[in-house]
């Protein structure tokens, strides 16, 4: 197993000149193939409400706007899912504000479905989307209970909770200073627990937000950690910072492409051993998405022939088409995947009902 130290990963991520094309030439030497891959979803949001209001964030609404979702109808969702099915969709990306039944508003249109909570919601959309669909389920709605994780296991083919950063100070700056749900401790608690309960998992860091190089060191430790003790970490995603009109954080600055560079490099570099993914979202970086392949990704994530990044509103994603020719231009072969990563499509991981699906699915 790969055992970058902090300092050596600090070394990579203040590297200059040509230090760091020595860097990208060593992530080619343990690159395995030239296979790039991405997931074909429909990216559904089925609540805009949030406890976290962070300083970044284009996806919360208000209760009070009128044009929030607060929560999608399970004939909306099926009518979504099948339009998803006939561009060959095979995820179902449900994404949602992170304990958005502590508002009366979501609490009261649940009871109207005929619900108590978020939990018993998000399970149930999940198994109409295996019985009445070919596409598989994978959750992103931030903390949950070991319980909650315990039941969704059940009706997902895989789940993600971005880290973002294991650093407690950021919780006093713009980005988390009002959200507790984004305390790291929670947050590595809660892919803890997808570890003990074999969940097959997505996670990653967002760079950007105020962290120093020294938090991005100890965050990549921290999620390597996790690995190391429970296997289930599938990709760890490299998010840069996009700052747009509106947000609390409009005037910061976006990381610059270097920084992203060195990131990308010393993310490969430390799961190197390992055979986690690393990503970088294609419709964040239009014009350097090329260059991150040169410095060890090989997953583009999740990309929508039919919806667009809610959390990431005015960045398009890239059609496949476009996605296959920046993937080629670079060396490189475009190939899709399900959203479970094909090592953990066994007994181990998934029940019965899961494994089944997804065996005859790919």
Known sequence: MSNLTKEEILTILTAKKTDIVKY??????????????????????LTE????????????????????????TKEEILADLKEAEKYGCKEA????????????????????????????????????????????????????????????????????????????????????????????????????????????????????????KEEIAESLLAIKDSYDKYGHIQEVIIQNFTPISGIEMENWPEPSLLDM?????????????????IQVPPNLNNETAQIFLLCGADDWGGVSPVSPDFVNITSPWPGIDELEKLTKDAGFELTERLCIYEKYINEEWLSEYLLEKITNLS
Do not use: W
Not at 29 to 39: A, F, L, P, Q, V
Not at 50 to 62: A, H, L, Q, S, V
Not at 121 to 129: A, E, R
Not at 261 to 277: C, E, P, Q
């Open 93 to 212: 990306m449900f994404a949602f504000g992170e304990d958005a039944d502590e508002e009366e508003i979501v609490r009261i249109r649940l009871k109207e479905f005929g619900y108590d909570n978020m939990i018993d919601y998000i399970v149930d959309i999940c198994q109409m989307t295996l019985d009445e669909t070919s596409l598989l389920p994978h959750t992103n709605g931030g903390n949950f209970s070991f319980e909650d994780l315990k039941r969704l296991k059940e009706v997902n083919a895989s789940m993600g909770l971005m880290l973002e950063n294991s650093s407690n100070r950021l919780m006093e700056l713009p980005a988390h200073n009002k959200s507790p749900g984004k305390n790291p401790q929670l947050r590595l608690e809660t892919i803890s627990n997808a570890g003990k309960l074999k969940i097959p998992y997505t996670t990653g860091i967002l760079i950007g937000i105020g962290e120093t």
């Open 49 to 72: 409400i949030c406890r976290n209001d962070c300083g970044y964030c284009n996806f919360k609404k208000n209760p009070d706007d009128p044009e929030a979702i607060i929560l999608k």
């Open 261 to 277: 560079i060195r990131t990308v490099i010393a993310g490969s570099l430390v799961f190197k051993d390992t055979d986690i993914s």
């Open 24 to 45: 990208m030439l060593e992530t080619a030497e343990y690159r395995e193939n030239n296979i790039i891959t991405y997931s074909k979803n429909i990216f559904i949001p």
